[in-house]
């Protein structure tokens, strides 16, 4: 007898079990023939419109589907452009490998570096215990004892991670409050219900870094005895949980990938019509912090309206209860022991480091970037110096630092027969906790941009999208990232960012408006996915704490989603547009643009080069 899950042939089966099993094999090998069929499909419009942009066209079809679909891990589809631009004639290979490794990818990297070394000595879950500590022990300031580190680290570390250490510390406050109310009978019986979770850190994002993420719940999802305002309260605690991971990440300009996507296009686009893009990371906190502050507070409050609905913050009033949650986080704080040598370090390190970005080129005064030759130094020349000192400082202080080692490091040094030195982070840690498959999502989206952009896709596309011209700019920024918001919710947030932002940017230049004030709300829409556990890794990962259904996140989701789309198209017609002057399209745009028009009309339709030219100049 064939076990469960393989295929039975050892007896005749009936027709419509033999077909369930030919569809079944059939849908097995989907990666193979669809790897084949697709290609194969749109190969057409390559022999019927032979110019660069329908070859570009095929190859960003092609692209797309694979990023879409994830038939294959999103950074393996992020090398396309490598074989494919090459052997359409778009660009040539250096071109392409160049387009991989650009000052904002070193940017996103030396920030990741610093992320590793927080999370190895456990500093961002110091953080978390401890503001857990301070905050009062009744559900409402407990959510927001959650919220806050998730949101707050979020802005500069991982999402994902930054979920993950979070939910094991949500799920021991909800037991705590799920024992103090029910009786000790079936308080033992619930940890027969216990159930382990081992989740892969493999998002859509993080390509083939698999770290096993090891969650103890109970599985309470459909106990039908179990308290229906406890469940509620399990679902708030784990929706906020996810909600303000996903809302940190939009502060900072390497908060999440979207972000440092955006900025390597910008760069792109100016530099192409011969401009300086504005953007740094000082003057984005201008934007993305009052913003994501903003719908962090709504989050809180909108929380407590939906679990309030059902009084679910009545379910544990007794004194006792606060008590027993009180000392389970005391008890988790206190495993932690006093802030190691190490921690100081880090800590130190991550602070200079926002110091550094703010105070570079800040705007309203001078930076220190000003003491080198201008245009030099960049935001990531301080993210890789400190990524670089975090392999050099010791984890322990030497023996002649003894104000700073603690009794544990002073005992260890005496026991040694020899001082050993150990760097805060070592290669071999850093390369098993790197996000290595962000990195080459992001290079791919760059050579794509750029390949879009040389081939003219890009002004072509937009060209056909002119006719939304008729309509105000404030709505076309609001229709456009409401079709963000939407397609993020489906497709992974940074590919999104990757196929739309740099079309809805030459959208803008043949529209007239500023760039900027396009592609800023379609980057940041892209973080907006609230609605579906497939959205976002941290709306994975609470989805896995069996408390959820996915019309739990809908209904939860739907309101953020829609307050953050108003809100942010609040922001970018009022603060953000006196920030970069949104309202008016930069002269080098106007100076460049006749010349930028005319190049693409020779690539797309040379025929009418010399027609172009005459009504340029006037001459025929």
């Known amino acids: 007898m064939a076990k ?11 027709r419509c079990c033999r077909l369930r099993l030919c569809m079944t094999i059939f849908w097995d090998f989907k ?62 290979a250096k071109q392409v490998c160049m387009s991989y490794v650009k000052d904002t990818l070193m940017l996103f990297l030396g920030s990741l570096v610093v992320a590793v070394a927080v999370e190895r000595w456990n500093l961002h879950k110091r953080l978390a215990l401890r503001t857990l500590t301070l905050v009062g022990p009744q559900p409402k300031w407990l959510m927001l004892g959650i919220m806050f580190p998730c949101w707050f680290l979020s802005m500069w570390m991982s999402n994902t991670a930054t979920t993950a250490m979070m ?34 850190d493999t998002t859509k994002l993080n390509g083939d870094e698999k770290r096993p993420l090891e969650i103890v719940i109970s599985n309470r999802a459909d106990d039908e005895k179990e308290d229906k305002d406890f469940v509620k309260l399990a679902k708030v605690f784990s929706l906020c949980t996810a909600f303000s991971a996903n809302i940190g990440g939009m502060a900072t300009l390497t908060g999440t990938p979207p972000n440092v996507i955006f900025k390597g296009l910008a760069d792109t686009l100016y530099n192409a019509y011969g401009a300086k893009n504005p953007v740094n990371f000082a003057n984005w906190l201008l934007i993305g912090l009052p913003l994501s502050f ?18 679910c913050f009545k379910c544990c009033l007794k004194d006792d209860a606060f008590a027993a949650v009180k000392r389970t986080l005391w008890t988790e704080y206190r495993k932690l022991g006093s802030m190691t040598f190490a921690e100081w370090v880090v800590l130190i390190n991550f602070v200079l480091l926002a110091v550094l970005w703010v105070t570079r ?59 050993s030195y150990e760097p805060i982070l070592t290669w071999k840690i850093v390369n098993e906790r790197m996000a290595w498959g962000v990195l080459l999502l992001m290079g791919g989206g760059f050579a794509l941009a750029d390949g879009c952009q040389i081939s003219g896709l890009s002004t072509w596309v937009s060209g056909h999208l002119e006719g939304l011209g008729s309509l105000s700019s404030w709505v076309i920024a609001m229709l456009l990232s409401l079709f963000i918001a939407l397609a993020t919710e489906v497709t992974s947030n940074a590919a999104t960012t990757t196929l739309f932002v740099p079309i809805v940017g ?115």
């Open 4 to 14: 469960q899950g393989q295929y039975c042939l050892d007896t005749p089966p009936k």
């Open 294 to 311: 903003v719908c962090f507070i709504f989050c809180w409050f909108w929380m407590q309206l939906y679990g309030q609905g059902v009084k």
């Open 506 to 620: 030459e959208l803008a230049v043949q529209l007239g408006v500023n760039p900027l004030y396009f592609m800023i709300p379609c980057t940041i829409a892209a973080s907006l996915a609230f609605l579906l556990p497939v959205a976002t890794p941290p709306n994975a990962i609470v989805f896995a704490s069996g408390y959820l259904r996915v019309r739990d996140m809908v209904l939860v989701g739907l309101p953020m989603n829609i307050f953050a789309l108003i809100a942010l198209n609040v922001a970018c017609n009022t603060y953000a547009a006196s920030t970069f002057d949104l309202f008016v399209l930069p002269e080098a745009f106007w100076a460049n643009a006749s010349v930028s028009v005319f190049n693409i009309t020779d690539i797309v339709f040379p025929g009418l080069a010399g027609v172009t030219a005459m009504n340029n100049t006037g001459v025929p």
């Open 361 to 419: 080129d800040p705007g309203f005064i001078p930076g220190w970037s000003l003491l080198f030759e201008r245009g030099y130094v960049k935001d990531s020349t301080p993210a890789i110096l400190i990524a670089v000192l975090l392999f050099i400082f010791p984890a322990r202080p030497p023996r002649w630092l003894a104000c700073c080692r603690s009794k544990s490091d002073a005992i260890n040094a005496a026991l040694e027969p020899w001082p």
């Open 167 to 200: 939910m094991p510390i949500v799920i021991a406050i909800l037991d705590q409050i799920r024992d103090s109310k029910l009786p000790p009978s079936s308080s033992e019986d619930s940890e027969n219900n216990e159930v382990k979770i081992i989740m892969e």
């Open 31 to 92: 990666t193979l023939w669809l790897s084949v069929l697709v290609p194969l499909a749109a190969a057409p419009m390559v022999f019927l419109y032979p110019s660069s942009v329908s070859r570009c066209g095929y190859c960003v079809i092609v692209m797309g589907f694979f990023w879409v679909t994830e038939l294959i891990p999103l950074p393996v589809t992020s090398l396309f452009p490598v074989f494919l631009f090459p052997m359409f004639g778009i660009m040539t």
